[in-house]
């Protein structure tokens, strides 16, 4: 009897021991989101006000 609790708290023992596992966790990358900027959007603004300007000139 002495021997079956025996093997049995060595199981439990040895089961608990290897309940995790040796291989390295997967830990996903956090998604970064980055706002698109069009690079013609910082030429379109003084192309506009030159057109409006030599547009009020040439009257």
Known sequence: MKKLFLAAAMTVAASSAF???LADPIIEAPVVVEEATSSS???LVPVLIL???AAALAD
């Open 51 to 53: 057109v409006l300007v």
């Open 41 to 43: 959007a910082g030429v």
């Open 19 to 21: 309940a995790g596992s």
